[in-house]
């Protein structure tokens, strides 16, 4: 029988920034979210390009992310 228990703190962090980007790309723009991929992408140097497909899989990451993390222990 699965026994929920709540996710780590770096797993919620890591799940609500994807979720994030994710609607910020998709549903409706968010600046300080704009702003703040800009400055992760200058700062390691990358161009990627978040697209509506790469927004949708952000979203889907950040719930299973959640998900996994109630169900394994130690994620």
């Known amino acids: 029988m699965l026994r929920p228990n709540p996710p780590r703190l770096i797993t919620v962090v890591i799940a ?3 979720i994030l ?17 800009d400055l992760v992408q200058s700062t390691i140097g990358t161009s990627i390009e978040v697209t ?3 927004a ?12 996994a993390g ?4 130690g994620i």
Do not use: H, K, R
């Open 16 to 18: 609500v920034a994807l």
């Open 21 to 37: 980007v994710g609607l910020s790309a998709t549903v409706f723009p968010i600046d300080i979210v704009n702003q703040a991929l």
């Open 52 to 54: 509506t497909e790469v």
């Open 56 to 67: 949708w899989l952000f979203l889907f990451a950040g719930d299973a992310l959640l998900i």
């Open 70 to 73: 109630s169900l394994l222990p």
